[in-house]
C-alpha cells in the first residue's frame, strides 16, 4: 500500500463519510453557515443542493464543524466533493489538514488563483475547467457538475513532505453549487477499471438513459501521478496507475508537461512554472494523444525518483538560540537534568551536562512566546505570537504534537497549567472586535492524551485590566491569581464562569506588578486558610498577601539603601527562600523575610525569568541579552549553558575548530564547532559588524562593519585595520591558502590586499553593486582562486574577474536571459552567487524572484533556469563540497535540491526558522549544514550518494543494491505514534514433505523436480558420544538448485580470507608456551545471530573471528573455543544452557562445520559435517532436542539435527527462496516457522510418527499483496509471541502479526522505512516487542487495544552504533543485549532508556596499534579503516578515547616515546597522566596522505598536515619526539615536525616502490662520524633497506648502508614478475627490517627471497652473519625491547614467535580468520598485540 498507515482508524468511517449528513446541514446544528447561502432543487441531477453566492466568497460560505476549536477527524484518505461552479464568478474551497506530526495545513483552491503557491502550512493551488472536442478546440464548460476527488495522503506526502492524519475542518466559500461531501479510504471512480471500485450511487449524479456520465459531468482527481490502494470486498489490492484520467497537476518535486485544452488542440507540450488543478474532458481520437503525452510523462517522473534520497536529509541537531517573542520563559525540568526555553519558532529542551544536547520541539510557525509545564513533566504547553493565537500541547517524552488550539480572535501571552495537568489557563489580547481587551481562558486538558478527542473550553472571561502574569494554584485546579498594571486579581471558575475579586491595594496603588507567585508547598486538600502570595513591582516592592482574606499583609522595599528603585522582573518562591530576577542585571536569593541578600549573581542584561529545581538546589535564570545560566546554590557555582545572539545574525563563516558569527547586536562571536559554545565576544564601539570571514590557515578572521572598517583580529586581539572604503562592507573573501584577501563596499570599491605584508595590492571603484541586497556574499572565489565573481556594477549583472590581477573576463547580465512565453519581462535583481563544484564551471545564480540561473565561466552562456525554487525570494544559497545537493533558502524555509535541478527532480523542505535565513553553508566534510538569521542552526546532513562526472554534468551514478545500511551524522529524536491496520489474508495451502534418512548411505533427497543441475552433499556426523570431534562419515546426496545472492541486510555475507589455514603448524608442548592468549577486543559486525545471552545462568557469549568467546560479565574474564577453520557466522545456546552451537562455512576442500561446546568444560563435544557453503542460522528447539542449521543462497538447504546422537534427522531444500531467519515455537516442541526473500513465511512441522525416519511437512503461507510490494519485499525476522500468535519483520519496514493457527495475517504496522534486522517478543502476554532496524535503531512497540482494535504503539527508541545483527532479552523484556555491524556489544535496559557498551570493537579492518609509554602498559591504542583512533584501558578493555576523522580512512600509527617534552605544563608527557588519565601524543596516517598528531589528555587534534599525496603506510617517531618520519605508497619518506607540521625533508630514494617498513634504533651503534645521530631505516617493496643517520637539529640526513635482497622471478602464486612492474609488488609478500634492540648494529630483516628464512644483518661487517628458516612468509614483523623474541605474522593466520639467539621457533593459531596484518610488542615487552581484520589479540608474553 503507498503511504502510510493512518493513526486515526475508526470503523464507523468504512465505507465512507456522508458529511452533510454527519453534520446535520439541513439543521446548523454541527456546522454554520455565512452570508447568502440556500437550499434549492437542481433539475439537472434532481437532487437537493445549496447554493453559496455573493460578491466577496469570504464573507459567504458553509464550515463544519460549527466551532474552530472543534475538528472532524475524518480519516478518509479520499475527498469527494460534488460541486458546479458558477459561471463567470470566483469560488474558494479551504481544507483544513492535520498530519501525523500534529501540524495544522491549510489547503486552498480557487478559480480565482493563478499559480500555484505554499508555504510550510499552507497549499493554494489554481482550479481550471476546460472541454476539448473535435469542433471546439476550447470551450469554457465551468457550468459543469463535477465531482473533485483529492488524494489528501498523497497531496501532503509530495507537497510538503509530512504525513496525513485527518481532516479538521472543511470551509466552502461562495460562489458554487455544493451538492455534498464525501470522505473514505477507498478509491471510487466512474466504472471499475484498473481495480477502482464503482462509484455509490448517493455519490454520484444522474444520468438519463443513453447517454455517458462523461458527457454531462467532470470527473477531476488531484493528483493522478501516485499510486493508490483499493480496498474492495475487505481485500486490500494495489490499483495500477490510471493513464485514462485527465487531471494532472505536477508538484513541487516532480514538475512535468501540464495537459491543457490547448495542448490537446495544438499537440504541443510546455513546462509549467507550478502546478495547477486542471480538467479536460476529451472524446474520441483526442483522448489517445492525451493519455500516450501522460505515459510519457509518468516515465519521466518514474525515472526521477529512482534516486535514492535519504529522507530526511536534514535532521535539526542544536539550535543557538533564545527568546524571540521575549524572553520571560526558561524552565527547569523536574529531575533538573534539563532545560527547556523557546528559541524563537522552536521549543528547545537542553541537558545540562558536558554535551548540552537538545531535543527540539518544531511545530510553530512563528515566534514562541509562552510555555508552561504540568506538574509531572508528561506535558508542555507553548504558545505562538501573531495575530491568531497558537497553542501546542505536547507530550514531553516523545515531543510529538498532543493537541493544537487556535485562538482566531485574540493572540496569545500567558500560558499556566494546573498542578494536576487538566486544566490548561491562557491569557490573550483580542485583535479584533474586543477594543483590545484580555481574554483569559480555561481549558480541559485531562483527555489530551486521546488522540481522538479536542481540547475543549470550560470557560472565558474579558477584562480591561492589564495582565502581566497569570499562574494557577497548585491546591486547586479551579482557582488563579493574575497581576499587571494597578491590579492584582484572584480568579475562581464557578459554574462554568470565571470570577474575579479584585485585591485592596490600600495606599499602593498606580504600580506596575511585574510577577506574582503562590507560595510553595503542593496541599491536595484545597484548604485556602492561611495561605499567602507574593507579588513584586518594578519599583522593587514585595508584597505579601493574604488569600483568603485578600488583604496586603505586608510590604517590604527590597534594598532600601539603593538611590533608585531597582525594577524587580520575574520572581519564584521556595519553601526557604524567594529568587528575584532584576532589570540591573543581578539574580538575587532572599529569605522569605527579604532582610538580606544570600546569593546574588551579577548578568550581562536584565533578568527576566527565574525558575527553582524541585530540591531547591538549582536556580535557572534567562536575560535579556540572550543568555541562560544555572546557579549552584550549595557549591555557589554559575554555568552559562547557552549564550545567543539578540539580534539578526548577518553573516556567518567556519573554520576548522570555530564558527565565527557576526549580528545587528553589534557583537561578534566565536564558538565552538562541535558543541556550539561561545568561546569569545568581540564588540567594537561605535562600530555595528555586517560580513566576516575566517582565515583558512591559521587562527583569524577579518570583519567588515557598516562603516567600510575591514578589521583583522586573531582570538584575543586586532592585528590590523583597513579604512579604503566609505560605505558598509557588502563581502570579504580570502584565498584558500589565506596569502591574499578581498573585500567589497557598498560605494562600489573592490579591495584586494596581500595578507603577509597586511598591504593593499589594488582598489577598484564603480565595481561591486551599490546597496546592500547582495551582502554578505557580494563576492566570490572559485575552487581554484583563480576567477573572482562579484555582483555589479548594476544590481542585475555579473562581473567575473581574473583573481591575481583583478583583470575583467567576463560580464554577465541576468535581464538578457529569454523571458518565457507570455510572461511579462521584469527587472530582476541578483540576491546570491555560488561557483559550482570543480570541474564543472559554472556560477549559479539567485534572484529577487525566486529563480536559481546557471551561467558558464569561461562563455558567460545561460545553461539552464529554475524559476520560483523560493517565493518571493531566495535570500541564501549554498552547494554541497561533493556537488550533489544545491541548499537554497528563502520564505523562512530550506529547500533541498539536486545540483542539476532538472525537470521532475526530488527536493525536500524544510521549517524551523521565523525570519528570513541571512546565509547557509556546509562544513569541510558536509557532514553538517549550518543556516544562520535569527538564530543559529546546526543540521546533520545524512552520508552523501557517490558522484561521477559526466560530459553534461554531475550526475548520480545508477543504482544499486546497497550493501551496508546508512549511517546517521548524529541522534534523531523518537516521535511516537499509533498504527492499526486489520487485514484478512492468507488461505489454505498444501504440505510439501521433504525428508532424509541418515542410516543409508544410498538415499537420495531432493525437494524440486528439475535436475537438471544438482550439487552432492556430503553427511559427516559423529556416531560415538566421546568428547571428541569427528566421527565416521556416511554419505547422502541432496540436489539443490543455487539461488541469487539476497540483497537484504540481514542476510551473512562471507568475506573471503587472503589465504587458507596453515597446513604445518608448530606448537609448543602443554605448559611450555611462549605466550598465552590472554584476551580479544572486537566482535564480528559481520556475523549474524552471532551472540547469545541467558539472564538466568549470566551466560554470555560471541564470535570474533574464528573463535568464540565465553565472557563472564561480573569481571570480565574470558574464555575461547578455538577450532574452526573460517570465519564464525552464527551462534545458539541451549535453553537449557549446556551447549552452545557455532558454525562456520566451507572454503575450497573443506565442507561448513558446526561445533558443538559444553559449556562448562569449554570443550568440543561434536563437529558437524553437512553444509558445502555458508551457514547463516543456527536454532535449538524449545525442549533442545532439535537443532536447525540453514544454508546460504548457494544450496538452499535447511538441515534438522538430533541433540540425543548428533545425527541428521531430515534436510530439505527451502520452498520459495533464501531463509533469512527461522524460529522454533516456544509451547509447542515440534513446530517452527522460516522467513526469508519472496517474501516467504514458511510454517514447518516435524512429524515423527515413522520409525525409519523424521519428515518435515512445510505450509507456506499467502502474503497479502499490501505486504509484497512488486516483489520488492522480504520478510527478515520472526520471532512468536504467545501461542498462536507469531511476528514477522520486512526489509521495508513492516512488522505484521499472524495466526499460527490458520497461519494467515491479522494485522500489520509500519516501524519506519529501514530493513527490521531482528525482533524479539516477550512470552507472557505477548504484546510488547522489541525491533531492531537498520537505520541503527532499536525500538520498544506495545499492543494495545482501542474500539475492539488492535494498535500499535511505539514506548521507546535507542540508538546504537550500526545496524543491529542480533538481540536477545530476558523473559520481560526489560534487560537484553545487542550486537551491531560497528562491532559492538550494547546492554540494553528499557526501563531506563539506556545503553551501555559490554564490548567495544573496531567496525573495519585495524590498521595499527601501539601501547602508550609509561604506567607499565596500562593504555593502547588503536587505528582503523573506519577513520577512528581509539585509546584502550589493558585490563577492563574499556574505551577511554575516541577521536574519529570523518570518510578518512587510517592506515597506520605511531606513538611518541616517554622523552618527549610537550605544551602541557612544560613537563614530559608519558602515556599517563598525574591523575591517571590517558596522556601523551599520538600521529595517524591516512590513505590520503594527510598526518594527523592527536593530543590523548585534551583529547582532539593538534596539528594536520599532508607531507604526501599518496596513501601512507608506516610512520615512525624519532628518539627524541621532535621527528616524524612517514613513508608513502609511491616511495617518497618524509620528515616532519610534529609540532607545526612542517616538512624538514623529502627522501626519493625507493620512489616508484611502496614503503613496507619503518624502523628507529633504540641505541644507536658505535659507528664512524655518528656521535650524536639518530639511526634508521627505510625498507621497500622491491626488497631494499636503506640505512640513514640524522642530525635532527641541524635538519641533515646521511645514507650510511643500502642493502638488496636477492629474490626469484617469479612471485608465490606462480606469476612471472616483470622487471620495472610497478603493479607486482601487491603479488609480493613484504619486506620487513627491524634495528636489534640490543645488538646494536644488528638488523633483523625477512622478505620474499629464494628461501623462506629471517636474515641478520651487521653493519660493521656489511654482511648478512646468519639465517633463520621459517615455513610461510610473513607479513609483520617486531622485536621484543629485551632483543630476545621475534614475533612474525603471516597470510596463513599465524602468529609466529622466534627465539633469536637460538632460531627456534612456536606458532599459535588462536582465533586469527585471517591474515595477521601487525605484530608489536608493549614497551615493556610483557605484550604482544596482533591484529587480524577488526579484532585486537593481546597475548601475555611468558619468555
Known sequence: MAGKEKQFKASWQYPHVNVFKHCQVAQWRKCC?????????????????????????????????????????????????????????????????????????????????KEFKSSSTWLQLPYIIGVVNDKLPHVNGSDNWTILCMDLLCTLREFLRCTYSHIKGIKLCGNLLVRNVFTSDIYYNITEQFGAARLPKEMSFHVPKGISFSDLYNYVTFPVHTDRSVVKDGALTSLPQRHHVICEAASMEDVQPQVTSDVASSNQTRQPHSPHLTAVQVSGKQRTAVQTKHISNLREIKVAKDINWPDPLLSLERVVGFGGSNTDHVIFTKDCREVVFPAHSLVVAMEIGETRRQKIFIGHTDKVCCLAFNSDNSLLASGQSGKS????????????????????????????????????CTVGREVTGGGGRNKITLWNTSLVHDASEEVAELASSHTDADISRMRMAQFDDTRMVSCGWDNIRLWRLRSRALKFCPVNLEEHHQMHFTDVCFEAGYHDNG????????????????????????????????????????????????????????????????????????????????????????????????????????????????????????????????????????????????????LMKQLYDFRVDGEVPCCVRCHPKENSFACGYESGCVQLFDMTSSLMEYRHHRGMVSGLLFTSTGSRFYSSSCDSTLAMYNTGSFKLLKLLGNTVVMGTVAAPGAIILDHNDSKLAIVGPLPHTITILDADNL?????????????????????????????????????????????????????????????????????????????????????????????????????????????????????????????????????????????????????????HPRHAPPLPSTYKPVTAHTTSFLTPCGKEGHFNSHASENHSASDHVSSSDDESHTDDIIIDHDSGGSEDVQGRAEETSLHVTPRTQPVSLKYYRWQSPEAAVAEQQYLAPQRQEGATLRCVVGYNGRGRCNLAWQSITGTFAYSCGSCVIDENLSNGDQTYLTGHRQEVSTIALSNDGQYLASACGGHGNHKGEIKIWRMKSHKCKKTLLFHAHQITLLAYSRDDHFLISVGDHQENVLALWSTVDWSLLAATETPSGVILDVSWDPFIAYECVSCGCGPSLAFWLLDETSKDHVTLNVHEAEIPAALRHEGRAEFTSVCYSTESRLFAGSNLGHVSLWDTKSNTCTMYWRCGTSEIMCLTCEHHHGNVLSVGLSDNQLQLW????????????????????????????????????????????????????????????????????????GGGSLFFATCSHDGTLRVWLSDSLQEVVHLKAINKTCTCLAVCPVTVETTIGGKPEDGVAQNGGVAGQCVVGYDDGVLRVFGLAERKMRVKWQPHKRAIHHISYSLTGNVVI?????????????????????????????????????????????????????????????????????????????????????????????????????????????????HVDVIVYTGYGLHCCVHFYSLSQKQVFRTTSINYWPTSLDISPQGHLIALGCKERLLTIVDYEEGSYQDYPAGHSDTVQVVKFSDMGDILYTLCDNSVYIWTVLL
Request: net charge neutral; proline share 6%; glycine share 8%.
Open 33 to 113: 453557515r455565512e452570508g447568502d447561502v440556500n437550499s434549492q432543487m437542481d433539475r439537472d441531477i434532481k437532487a437537493t443542493v445549496y447554493k453559496i453566492s455573493g460578491s466577496i466568497p469570504a464573507g459567504n460560505y458553509i464550515q463544519f464543524p460549527k466551532s474552530t476549536s472543534q475538528s472532524l477527524n475524518l480519516t478518509g484518505r479520499y475527498m469527494y466533493l460534488l460541486i458546479r461552479p458558477l459561471r463567470g464568478k470566483y469560488f474558494v474551497i479551504h481544507l483544513e489538514l492535520v498530519t501525523s506530526e500534529g501540524l495544522l495545513v491549510r489547503l486552498s483552491f480557487s478559480n480565482l488563483f
Open 1526 to 1638: 612517514s613513508g608513502s605508497r609511491d616511495g617518497l619518506v618524509a620528515i616532519s615536525n610534529p609540532q607545526t607540521g612542517v616538512v624538514l625533508h623529502m627522501i626519493s630514494e625507493h620512489r616508484g616502490v611502496p614503503i613496507t617498513d619503518l624502523s628507529v634504533a633504540r641505541n644507536p651503534p658505535q659507528l664512524p662520524n655518528m656521535d650524536g645521530r639518530e639511526l634508521w631505516l627505510v625498507a621497500s617493496g622491491d626488497r631494499r633497506v636503506s640505512v640513514w643517520s640524522s642530525d635532527w637539529s641541524k635538519a641533515s640526513c646521511e645514507l650510511v648502508d643500502w642493502l638488496t635482497f636477492p629474490g626469484p622471478g617469479v612471485a608465490p602464486d606462480g606469476t612471472v614478475l616483470h622487471k620495472g612492474s610497478k603493479c607486482q609488488f601487491h603479488l609480493l609478500p613484504p619486506s620487513l627490517a627491524r634495528f636489534s634492540p640490543t
Open 527 to 674: 484548604d485556602v486558610t492561611n495561605r499567602f502570595i507574593y507579588a513584586c513591582t518594578k519599583t522593587g516592592l514585595m508584597f505579601e498577601i493574604h488569600y483568603q482574606k485578600i488583604y496586603v499583609n505586608r510590604v517590604w522595599q527590597l534594598l532600601p539603601g539603593n538611590p533608585t528603585a531597582t525594577p524587580i522582573n520575574a520572581m519564584v518562591i521556595h519553601e526557604a527562600f524567594c529568587v528575584t530576577g532584576s532589570e540591573d542585571g543581578l539574580l538575587r536569593v532572599w529569605p522569605l523575610d527579604f532582610s538580606n541578600v544570600i546569593l546574588e549573581v551579577e548578568h550581562e542584561g536584565p533578568v527576566t525569568a527565574v525558575d527553582i529545581s524541585a530540591d531547591g538546589m538549582k536556580i535557572l535564570a534567562g536575560t535579556k541579552s540572550g543568555s541562560v545560566g544555572v546557579l549552584d546554590a550549595t557549591t555557589k557555582e554559575y554555568s552559562t549553558i547557552m549564550r545567543s545572539h539578540i539580534g539578526l545574525i548577518r553573516c556567518v563563516d567556519m573554520a576548522t575548530q570555530h564558527i565565527i558569527t557576526c549580528s545587528t547586536d553589534g557583537t561578534i562571536r566565536v564558538w565552538d564547532v562541535l
Open 807 to 959: 583583470n575583467e573576463l567576463v560580464r554577465l547580465d541576468i535581464t538578457a536571459t529569454p523571458t518565457p512565453h507570455g510572461a511579462t519581462p521584469t527587472v530582476d535583481i541578483i540576491t546570491a552567487l555560488s561557483f559550482s563544484p570543480p570541474m564543472i564551471n559554472q556560477l549559479i545564480v539567485a534572484t529577487t524572484t525566486g529563480s536559481v540561473l546557471k551561467f558558464d565561466t569561461t562563455s558567460g552562456r545561460l545553461l539552464s533556469e529554475c524559476p520560483q525554487v523560493h517565493s518571493p525570494q531566495c535570500s541564501a544559497m549554498a552547494i554541497s563540497g561533493c556537488g550533489r545537493y544545491l541548499v537554497t533558502a528563502g520564505n523562512k524555509t530550506l529547500r533541498v535540491s539536486p545540483y542539476s535541478l532538472q525537470s521532475g527532480s526530488r527536493h525536500q523542505i524544510f521549517i524551523g526558522h521565523s525570519n528570513m535565513i541571512t546565509q547557509v553553508m556546509f562544513n569541510f566534510n558536509n557532514s553538517r549544514l549550518i543556516t544562520a538569521g535569527e538564530a543559529l542552526f546546526c543540521w546533520n546532513v545524512q552520508p552523501l550518494p557517490v558522484f561521477s562526472a559526466t560530459p553534461s554534468g554531475w550526475e548520480v551514478e545508477p543504482a
Open 389 to 424: 493565537g497558537v497553542i501546542r500541547v505536547w507530550n514531553y517524552v516523545t515531543r510529538s504534537c498532543l493537541a493544537l488550539v487556535t485562538l482566531l480572535s485574540s493572540n496569545i501571552a500567558l500560558l499556566s497549567f494546573s498542578h494536576s495537568g487538566n486544566v490548561m
Open 1342 to 1413: 506495545k499492543l494495545t487495544k482501542s474500539d475492539q482494535l488492535p494498535v500499535a504503539t511505539m514506548n521507546a527508541s535507542l540508538q546504537l552504533d550500526g545496524s543491529p545483527t542480533g538481540a536477545v532479552f530476558d523473559s520481560d523484556l526489560h534487560l537484553g543485549v545487542v550486537g551491531t555491524t560497528g562491532g559492538t556489544v550494547w546492554y540494553a535496559n528499557w526501563h531506563d532508556n539506556a545503553t551501555v557498551r559490554l564490548v567495544g570493537g573496531h567496525g573495519n579492518k585495524v590498521s595499527g596499534v601501539s601501547s602508550l609509554p
